[in-house]
Nanobody, 123 residues
Framework: QTQLAESGGGSVQSGGSLRLSCAAS????????MAWFRQVEGKEREGIAA???????IYADSVKGRFTISQDNAKNTLYLQMTSLKPEDTAMYYC?????????????????WGQGTQVTVSS
């Protein structure tokens, strides 16, 4: 059974940086899309970055140019490097796996979610 475990969240001041990690285990599908979502209480979960098994990436406009998604296939780990953080980036961040080809930011076809890691950015 596939499991996803995020780490790396925390509190940082505006303009700071954080790197989130998501360790994946128990999967065998070679076609996938791994993505980062975030959610503020009372709002819908928002897809912010995704990468597929070919290395194609896509970003939401709200994070483009500030966040970078990457993967280390040898370690089965997904990363999200976040720079120039803003208070509006404060949210619970989740990694997700879609077992389909292609890259996208919607929640359709998400097969597995991590438990989430909190990111808080203070002004």
């Amino acid at each position: 059974q596939t499991q996803l475990a995020e780490s790396g969240g925390g509190s940082v001041q505006s303009g700071g940086s954080l790197r989130l990690s998501c360790a994946a285990s128990g999967y065998t599908d070679s076609n996938y899309c791994m993505a980062w979502f975030r959610q503020v209480e009372g709002k819908e979960r928002e897809g912010i970055a995704a990468i597929d098994s070919w290395g194609t990436t896509i970003y939401a406009d709200s994070v483009k140019g500030r966040f970078t998604i990457s993967q280390d296939n040898a370690k089965n780990t997904l990363y999200l490097q976040m720079t120039s953080l803003k208070p509006e980036d404060t949210a619970m961040y989740y990694c997700a796996a879609k077992w389909i080809a292609g890259v996208s930011l919607d929640t359709t076809h998400v097969g597995n979610w991590g438990q989430g890691t909190q990111v808080t950015v203070s002004s």
